[in-house]
């Protein structure tokens, strides 16, 4: 079955970096775009970034420059970035895979607090 597990996640201090990374198994990840998504407390769940196929990448405003996305097609694992985080950035973050359906991970929690 399709499976999508997430890590790196924890908690970082205002400014800091943490690097999430997100395996599958049971797709032919190279031919799927994959995502980040996040949602905090009490808002709904948004798009962070995403990665095509042929590695097209887009991004949030929110995000712009603090984070950057990418895959390893010989790992089926994608990755995500993030510098310089802000306590606005603090969420659970999914990630996603999508070519016809989509398929999500449990979640990975990320706390941005001095």
């Known amino acids: 079955q399709v499976q999508l597990v997430e890590s790196g996640g924890g908690l970082v201090q205002p400014g800091g970096s943490l690097r999430l990374s997100c395996a599958t198994s049971g797709i032919i990840f190279s031919t799927y775009t994959m995502g980040w998504y996040r949602q905090a407390p009490a808002k709904q769940r948004e798009l962070v970034a995403a990665?095509?196929?042929?590695?097209?990448?887009n991004y949030a405003d929110s995000v712009k420059g603090r984070f950057t996305i990418s895959r390893d097609n010989a790992k089926n694992t994608v990755y995500l970035q993030m510098n310089s985080l802000k306590p606005d950035d603090t969420a659970v973050y999914y990630c996603?895979?999508?070519?016809?359906?989509?398929?999500w991970g449990q979640g990975t929690r990320v706390t941005v607090s001095s």
């Open positions: 996603n895979a999508y070519l016809v359906g989509h398929y």
């Open positions: 990665i095509t196929s042929g590695g097209r990448t």
